[in-house]
């Protein structure tokens, strides 16, 4: 799940940019700020518009991806433990504030450059500069800095489960404590 954040970037990003750009692409946005609605009150609301859309559509797919193994009968006892709360889990600890976070970050790229191009360029350039920051963290000898420096958790999740037997990674989850919470507030 902690992936699938960082999958999403591109289509958070058009989600993003629609709800961002709808009236400044249709020069609507000088009558709309003329009457008594705040600048402020309007933008958090388009962008938490866009950011529950986005938390919605990734629920699909976190649900898609828990009821695929019933489908699959005669293979279940290969999966292991099937619990809806690591699901929960995951989508609680990761794919929510992953998806605040890139959010913001599109948001106010839409809203400063008024543009779908950069905004684009922008989620383009948010997965590579994660890529590359990835490479650097995970080389760390400090694995504690290298956890809190992870912007999207994703390389966290792998240090602090780096230990754990296969029963342990396939039976247990990680709590909102410790260095993933101080990851998760940063």
Avoid: Q
Avoid at 6 to 19: D, G, K, P
Avoid at 69 to 75: G, R, T, Y
Avoid at 161 to 184: A, F, P
Wanted: hydrophobic fraction near 55%; charge should be neutral; aromatic fraction near 12%.
């Amino acid at each position: 799940a902690a992936m699938l954040s960082l999958l999403s970037i591109v289509m958070t990003t058009a989600f993003v940019n629609r709800s961002a750009l709808k009236d400044f692409n249709y020069n609507f946005h000088s009558l709309l700020f003329s009457s008594p609605i705040k600048k402020f009150g309007y933008l958090m609301g388009r962008f938490a518009s866009s950011v529950v859309i986005s938390c919605i559509s990734l629920l699909g797919v976190l649900l898609a991806l828990y009821i695929a193994p019933f489908f699959v009968s005669e293979e279940l006892f290969k999966v292991g433990p099937h619990h809806l709360g690591a699901y929960v889990n995951s989508f609680v600890l990761f794919i929510l504030p992953n998806t605040l976070l890139i959010c913001a970050v599109i948001f106010s790229l839409a809203t400063t450059f008024r543009s779908a191009t950069a905004t684009f360029v922008g989620a383009l350039g948010l997965l590579v500069a994660y890529l590359i920051a990835g490479i650097f963290l995970y080389d760390l000898e400090n694995e504690t800095i290298a956890i809190l420096a992870d912007p999207l958790g994703i390389n966290s999740l792998s240090i602090i489960t780096k230990y754990w037997t296969l029963d342990e990674k396939n039976s247990m989850w990680l709590t909102l404590s410790g260095d993933i919470l101080l990851n998760r507030i940063i």
